[in-house]
């Protein structure tokens, strides 16, 4: 019994050293658009939190990459429709990013129900994760 306590503490030791000390997450995702002379105006956005931060001199810094895919009522995919880089420098350690878009619909998107995926990419530590998030269009 001594071994098999011992042999699992060990194990437990070991995976708590092992795993990352944060996760890359994407929350609050929110989306909406509004009909605007020749389409609509979509603006979306969310918050990142447990991205790699490097200090230099005092300071913090991150790096995020971003694109934004749409997916149609009808199931078709539009990638790429989308998307920025966010490089911040703060004095003090950065807890979340706000990622935002603002993306033109011209006349030719149909109404119904669509999809918005965002997808980041952690420039210092390669992760990457997305979120999505439903909107409608309509008249």
């Known amino acids: 019994m001594k071994k098999f306590t011992f042999t699992l503490f060990c194990v437990i030791i070991l995976s708590t050293c092992s795993s990352d000390e944060s996760t890359l997450e994407l929350f609050s995702a929110e989306a909406f658009a509004y009909s605007i002379d020749n389409g609509w105006e979509l603006n979306a956005t969310c918050l990142v939190k447990g991205f790699e931060?490097?200090?230099?001199?005092?300071?913090?810094?991150?790096?995020?990459?971003?694109?934004?895919?749409?997916?149609?009522?009808?199931?078709?995919?539009?990638?790429?429709?989308?998307?920025?880089?966010?490089?911040?420098?703060?004095k003090e350690k950065i807890t979340d990013l706000l990622l935002e878009t603002q993306i033109q619909l011209d006349s030719s998107y149909k109404t119904g129900k669509y999809t918005i995926m965002f997808n980041v990419d952690d420039n210092f530590s390669g992760k990457s994760t997305s979120i999505q998030k439903e909107f409608e269009l309509t008249n």
């Open 53 to 90: 931060q490097k200090e230099e001199e005092n300071e913090f810094k991150a790096k995020l990459s971003f694109t934004v895919d749409l997916k149609t009522p009808d199931g078709n995919m539009l990638k790429g429709v989308g998307g920025g880089l966010i490089d911040k420098t703060d």
